[in-house]
């Protein structure tokens, strides 16, 4: 009989390896080394015929194991998020301002439900992350851009062009950093003004002028002035390094019941006049975290 000996370097006693990774926890060994982890995710996939599936790298009980498919519930979420985005700027481009700023809003309002479901269901994914993101990027980077510049700056030409890709470019440097800083700030504070929040105080900006529409006329240079450089302090605001409060300690902690009843005034307010409430709170909040921020240099 042959003796086959094995290859130079690897021992006899080396076990044998089709290529394929395990999909389970128990069995995945705890590869070290990411660039082999990724060879052999990557030889996971056999793509063989027109296949639709997302493999991706999660972390089971200390190990990474192969994971396959995606949550639905979130995911389905952050599809109607980017649906309400994609139409806000259908209707932007139709001259449907109003439609176009609700849309954005709804948008908010989805962005905050997938992640929420995602962790009430302990289904979050790095697919959801990064889908988020993506959706994120068009609903409240793209939108509201194309949305002001209709709206107000296009009779600016090129400047106000340059305006309304500020607010998008920061918009993407904003998801970008926020990505790769996760796990690494403190989940107390915003880095810089959320992207959802940029988005709605360019948005509620553009509904008090449809509101109030009556002095607009004689002033309207003044006006597309002033929306250029809103959205550009929106878009730069997004990019700074002032921390904002994130609030979700709320959301665990209890709070003295005076708040509460300040909650309920304030929404009193708010509802006398929509979208000139929505944006004082807006403007309040984005001063908060300028007026903190040189407080906290001035003590260093």
């Known amino acids: 009989m042959t003796n086959v000996q094995p290859p130079i370097g690897q021992p006899n006693n080396a ?7 395990q999909d389970n926890a128990a069995t995945q060994p705890p590869f070290v080394d990411e660039h082999e982890f990724n060879i052999r995710l990557a030889d996971n996939d056999s793509y063989d015929g027109l296949t639709f599936e997302v493999i991706e790298a999660e972390v089971a009980e200390g190990k990474r194991v192969v994971s396959r498919g995606v949550y639905l519930a979130p995911n389905l979420i952050t599809t109607l998020s980017l649906l309400s985005g994609f139409y806000s700027i259908l209707a932007s481009t139709q001259g449907e301002f109003y439609k176009a700023s609700l849309a954005i809003f709804l948008s908010a309002i989805l962005d905050g439900a997938d992640g929420r479901v995602a962790r009430m269901l302990n289904a979050q994914s790095p697919f959801g992350e990064q889908y988020d993101s993506l959706a994120d990027m068009l609903a409240f980077g793209v939108a509201p851009a194309i949305l002001i510049y209709s709206f107000a700056l296009q009779p600016l030409g090129r400047i106000g062009l340059g305006c309304a890709f500020v607010f998008t470019a920061c918009g993407a440097f904003r998801l970008a950093r926020f990505n790769v800083q996760v796990g690494t700030v403190d989940k107390k504070y915003f880095v810089g003004l959320a992207s959802p929040l940029a988005a709605i105080l360019v948005t509620s900006a553009v509904m008090v002028a449809i509101d109030h529409n009556q002095w607009i006329g004689q002033y309207d240079t003044l006006v597309m002035f002033l929306f250029a450089a809103w959205v550009v302090i929106c878009g730069l605001l997004m990019v700074s390094n002032v921390k904002y409060y994130s609030f979700k300690e709320f959301d665990k902690k209890k709070v ?10 304030v929404m009193s307010i708010v509802l006398y006049d929509i979208p000139v409430g929505i944006l004082a709170i807006g403007i309040i909040y984005a001063l908060s975290g300028i007026v903190t921020t040189i407080k906290a240099n001035f003590k260093h």
């Open 15 to 21: 076990p044998q390896n089709d290529g394929l990774l």
């Open 256 to 265: 003295p019941f005076v708040v509460l009843i300040i909650g309920v005034l």
